[in-house]
């Protein structure tokens, strides 16, 4: 198309297959991808980070994507340009637990992504997904598998992929809470989400302030005799 006269540009904004691209010897194309048709970003799918998830998808370990990063920002930093990838990414997917999720929002804040839209699960005909869904059972294997369905643990699971917005905190402490995951509520480095604020005593004090206690004095005493 660039051999075209007229056109100047073309750009991929996305549907590339990272893991096949990742397996290819030959990186002459995966080179001129990154020098000539990238417009800033590029997205990419790597959907989830859990295994499991990921086979219930029919997609590629999240090993294959971390490849492709990998190599996608040498190329970019050995050209001189700044570019980057923006992860496509699903929540409550059948085979997704609460547990999942958390996993997820422990990688993008390790990888230090803040996913501006993330896509809650939708059943579409005609696909093994939703026929998890519905069914509650992979159709490959017969076997049981979980389906989040309620809409209270779908936007937990939601929250947790932007668990750096202040408008998802109640949901992520809700999620971590009912996970038994306390050890991600907190200030550390570690830590999902800031645990709530104590009350304020006198002079910006942690401690409630105390209440003092009424006495009732006598205050027409008997005369000694």
């Known amino acids: ?37 990238v417009s800033g970003q590029l997205k990419v799918a790597p959907e989830h980070c859990s295994s499991y998830v990921l086979d219930k998808m029919g997609k590629p370990h999240i090993e294959s994507y ?36 958390i996993n997820l929002a422990l990688f993008l804040k390790k990888n230090k992504l803040h996913p501006e839209q993330v896509q809650d699960f939708y059943p579409t005909p005609a696909t093994v997904s939703t026929c ?19 809409a209270a643990e779908k936007a937990q699971q939601r929250a947790l992929l932007q668990y750096f917005k202040p408008e998802n905190r109640r949901l992520v402490l809700s999620a971590l809470k009912k996970a038994g995951r306390l050890d991600l509520i907190g200030t550390g480095k570690n830590c999902l989400v800031a645990p709530d604020k104590a009350p304020q005593g006198p002079k910006g004090s942690s401690k409630p302030r105390s209440q003092k206690k009424k006495t009732i004095r006598n205050v027409h005493k008997p005369k000694k005799r």
């Open 1 to 37: 198309i660039s051999s075209i006269k007229g056109v100047k540009k073309v750009f991929i904004r996305s549907g590339i297959r990272f893991d096949y691209l990742i397996l290819d010897k030959d990186e002459s194309f995966f080179k001129e991808l990154v020098k000539n048709h």
């Open 66 to 101: 971390n490849k492709f990063s990998k190599r996608f920002y040498d190329i970019t930093k050995g050209i001189g340009k700044k570019q980057y990838l923006v992860p496509y990414l699903m929540s409550s997917h059948p085979g997704s637990r609460l547990e999942d999720a």
């Open 132 to 150: 998890m869904f519905y069914t509650g059972l992979d159709p490959m294997t017969m076997k049981k598998v979980y389906v989040p369905k309620t």
